[in-house]
């Protein structure tokens, strides 16, 4: 039987899907999150597509590569110098001035080491590869004798910051055709499974990333995972989004008022070290918020990237319907380090906002409110996250009258990104029907395994329901 024949698409409407197995699938609006990295790289490439088609923004797109290297300006090759002078006496920093990639696996090895210096040496030995024990729920729970292995590459379960998007389970039983695929479990034996089982199952499937590959290469890529990838948000940006939302939300002008430039510099020192820094309440709201916005001016690349900069600004040249769909479809180009780390800043800045203005607690009290309005944090952050630098300075600043039209533009484009967070990152059916098309024809082999991690997601009902929402991202959506 071909690969092909294995599938039957619905001629409905509302695409829906039918499995191999007779099980219909109905595509709902999801999380990008919770999309598989074959699936996330893939809706890149039909996004890229679907903007040239549909929208005329005036200017050249490309697909932003992760990790890209960047000419080093003067100022900073001079410093590269010095601290290789000093290298006995300075550590080369982890987390300022570098690529958004490389913060990500500098914390992902912090994070395995501090794990490392918490075990007994004798417990090191023993250690299992998850793989193992994965192996072992399978054979106990399906009385099988045949050992389905996952690819060692990415069972590790460490992570610095990087909350996993959303658990996933299963690989088809015809597995010979991604025997090289990271993630692999058959649907049949997750489903014999109990709720408490399944769920730990999802947890260990959870993939770390594969290098991006080439256009040519994602039809025979092997290293992208079918599964959903741990969720990449530097652990400075999530320690101080999370400082901020429980010590910070009733501060009046947080963001605005000044910080001590000498707390700042040690707090950037000990992340840039290394340290488990730990933010508490003796932590002032606004150094931490210094230190927020010092680290997103400092990325040598924004997060909206510099290849996307004109792509945003002309979004506010389309009609007010078309100005949301065109940046969410920019939004589907960026990086996965980008998207993630993009998804839980606009998570934090819209929980800001909320709490701007004054409001009555539960008991009548009145509660003042920090007066951060969407346009102001736009403003503020505005700058940071969207630019298109020409100079060496890292600072974001106005040279012209067209510059400072450039700058409205950058401010009203966050604020629409603020206000419409909860949506920005939801796929809509059509997109994800569009990514299973193309994989059909390239890749048709998976396409029936989606479908039935899809389907077994959505049987997946009980009191383990719950606990899912620790292993995926906050909005996301069931399929």
Known sequence: MSSKSRIEISPQGDFTWNSLSGRSVRLTPTAIQSLSELERTWLQEVAFNRLHQDYDLGCQITIPKDGQKRKKSLRRKLDSLA?????????????????????????RTHRQRQDGLRQDPPHREEHKDPSDLVSSILQFATKRSTNKELSSSNSSLSSTSETANESTSP???????????????????????????????????????????????????????????YR???????????????????????????????????LREEFDRGVDVQLDE????????????????????????????????????????????????????????NSDTLHRLLQFLSTV????????????QEVTGNKMTSLNLATIFGPNLLHKQKSSDKEFSVQSSARAEESTAVIAVLQRMITTFHSLFMV??????????????????????LLRRKASHTRGKGPAQGQRGSFMSQNSTPW
């Open 83 to 107: 601290k290789e002078k000093n290298k006995d006496k300075e550590c080369i920093p982890q987390a300022f001035g570098m690529a958004l990639s490389q913060v990500i696996a500098n914390d």
């Open 171 to 229: 690989n088809t039983p015809e597995a010979a055709p991604r025997a090289r695929r990271r993630g692999g479990m058959s649907v049949d034996s997750i489903t014999d499974l109990d709720n408490n089982q399944s769920r730990l199952l999802e947890a260990l499937q959870l993939s770390l990333p594969a290098e991006a590959p080439s256009k040519k290469e994602k039809h025979r890529d092997k290293r992208l995972s079918l599964n959903p990838i």
């Open 232 to 266: 990449q948000v530097p652990r400075l940006v999530d320690s101080c989004c999370q400082h901020l939302e429980k010590y910070g939300l009733q501060t009046v002008g947080i963001f605005r008022v000044g910080s001590s430039k000498k707390r700042v510099r040690q």
């Open 282 to 337: 003796e932590h002032s709201v606004h150094d931490v918020a210094a230190l927020l916005k010092e680290f997103l001016r400092d990325m040598p690349d924004p997060l909206l990237t510099k290849e996307l900069y004109t792509a945003f600004i002309n979004t506010m040249l389309l009609d007010c319907e078309e100005q949301q769909s065109a940046t969410q479809l920019l939004v589907y180009l960026l990086p996965a380090c």
């Open 353 to 364: 906002a909320n709490h701007a203005h004054d409001s009555q607690d539960k008991d009548g």
């Open 428 to 449: 809509p059916p059509d997109l994800q029907n569009e990514v299973l098309m193309t994989l059909l024809e390239t890749d048709p082999d998976v396409v029936d395994y």
